[in-house]
């Protein structure tokens, strides 16, 4: 990724950001339930054609989570491909809890290899990947992001306080003293991100485009995510989009 492809990448998703909020400050968000129940706004929609608009004069395909319906005889073609999720979090977006991203990624060979998170509530957006580093820009600000080890014997696992399943509080249940910080959508991979947690398992169901930019956020850094019974790294476009389960940790 050249700086002018990133400069560009960060611009559609601020734009897309953008329109997300002039719905989040609206009195309807359009709210309509999809046939996997999970539910999907005015929002969605409008940064979806932001986003592929703003993406197509690079000729790489695109794989959107609200445009998802193109086959794997189509999808396995693909080398190269952008991944996207308009809105990651729409329940945080509908409980206007402002815990919700716009997630582009760039997937190459099934690897992701350059992301954008951007919350545009919050103003934060991260960029990264392999090679070329882990940044946060909040209100223009570029931080450089780096690793930082936790001395304290507190290890900080990302998890929901009020929704714990059993697989989570077995694995936290391991280490013997834990502080559960919790966040929405691809926030909860920025809080590793950050240094503001050390481990995020998830034992819960997720889709590719979930996780495809985050997980180049932190490739910048040097931190995986694997699925924890194989020690491999998630791949993307797979015939199934559903995610293995996976543990991230700095």
Request: avoid cysteine.
């Amino acid at each position: 990724m050249q700086e002018d492809d990133i400069n560009q990448v960060i611009a559609v998703a601020k734009a897309a950001g953008k329109a997300i909020l002039e719905i989040y400050n609206a009195d309807d968000f359009g709210v309509e339930i999809k046939a996997d129940e999970s539910p999907l706004t005015l929002a969605d929609k409008a940064a979806h054609k932001i986003i592929v608009e703003g993406l197509k004069e690079s000729d790489i395909p695109l794989l959107s989570e609200e445009g998802k319906s193109i086959d794997f005889s189509e999808r396995q073609k693909w080398s190269e491909f952008w991944m996207v999720d308009p809105v990651d979090g729409t329940k945080e977006f509908i409980k206007r809890n402002g815990e919700f991203t716009v997630n582009i990624a760039l997937i190459r060979d099934n690897k992701p290899v350059f992301g954008v998170v951007y919350a545009p509530v919050l103003d934060k957006l991260y960029y990264g990947g392999k090679g070329i580093g882990a940044f946060m820009m909040h209100k223009d600000e570029i931080t450089v992001l780096e690793v930082s080890k936790n001395k304290s014997d507190i290890v900080r696992i990302v998890a929901s306080r009020s929704h714990l399943n059993q697989d989570t509080q077995d694995f936290i249940d391991q280490f013997e003293t834990t502080e559960i910080v919790s966040m929405g959508s691809s926030l909860k991979f920025m809080l590793v991100a950050e240094g503001k947690a050390d481990i995020y398992p998830r034992f819960a169901p997720t889709m590719e485009w979930d996780t495809a930019a985050a997980h180049a956020v932190l490739l910048g850094l040097e931190i995986d995510v694997i699925e924890p019974t194989t020690k491999q790294s998630l791949q993307y476009n797979k015939a199934d989009l559903l995610n293995p389960y996976f543990i991230t940790k700095a």
